[in-house]
T-cell receptor
Framework: GAGVSQSPSNKVTEKGKDVELRCDPISGHTALYWYRQSLGQGLEFLIYFQGNSAPDKSGLPSDRFSAERTGGSVSTLTIQRTQQEDSAVYLC???????????FGPGTRLTVT | GENVEQHPSTLSVQEGDSAVIKCTYSDSASNYFPWYKQELGKRPQLIIDIRSNVGEKKDQRIAVTLNKTAKHFSLHITETQPEDSAVYFCAASGSYQLTFGKGTKLSVIP
């Protein structure tokens, strides 16, 4: 079946602008995660959604970052007033409820100029 | 919170040789340990995982071992092939959030 998809694949934006990144999880996966991967680094947890429960936002680096998940499926990560240090690949993953295995999307490469 | 250390950061092996990547974790409550392979410009792919009630797991040329007492786990790749060249990440989880190591860039020299 279809895997996790993300859009756009690449995004170049000017410092100070807002950006929205989209994630479509695998159909039937109720858990959705956002991670950030900076150049040459591991993956940094940002936020976790599980069904209708309140999301775990403990990994968001600042209040400029927010995310929502509508209808228990598609998620949008929003970064307001982007800074150069926000440049990274933003990865989304999904999993079945109660199952550890996470499957990743291809990521959105964000470049802030 | 959990902290995962991964070594080495780079590893070069001759085709046909074995490769070993090691990780340590800090949180004794962690009970799930996956390994991901990421080729250049591609998404991380889950290649093998192990749970804390198991000491070793093998899948063809790939094996993972876990020592809960010492809080470390390792990835072993035997008979390496050029297509094994990639960045490998270990991770640890106690519930849902994965904490990743910084990755090992494996180069298999033909």
């Amino acid at each position: 079946g279809a895997g996790v998809s993300q859009s756009p694949s690449n995004k170049v934006t000017e410092k100070g602008k807002d950006v929205e990144l989209r994630c479509d999880p695998i159909s039937g996966h109720t858990a959705l995660y956002w991670y950030r991967q900076s150049l040459g680094q591991g993956l940094e947890f940002l936020i976790y959604f599980q069904g209708n429960s309140a999301p775990d936002k403990s990994g968001l680096p600042s209040d400029r970052f927010s995310a929502e998940r509508t209808g228990g499926s598609v998620s949008t990560l929003t970064i307001q007033r982007t800074q150069q240090e926000d440049s990274a690949v933003y990865l989304c993953a999904s999993s079945l409820e109660g199952v550890h295995e996470q499957y990743f999307g291809p990521g959105t490469r964000l470049t802030v100029t | 919170g959990e902290n995962v250390e991964q070594h080495p950061s780079t590893l070069s092996v001759q085709e046909g040789d074995s490769a070993v990547i090691k990780c340590t974790y800090s949180d004794s409550a962690s009970n799930y340990f996956p390994w991901y392979k990421q080729e250049l410009g591609k998404r991380p792919q889950l290649i093998i995982d192990i749970r804390s009630n198991v000491g070793e797991k093998k899948d063809q040329r790939i094996a993972v071992t876990l020592n809960k007492t010492a809080k470390h786990f390792s990835l072993h790749i035997t008979e390496t092939q050029p297509e094994d060249s990639a960045v490998y990440f270990c991770a640890a989880s106690g519930s849902y959030q994965l904490t990743f190591g910084k990755g090992t860039k494996l180069s298999v020299i033909p």
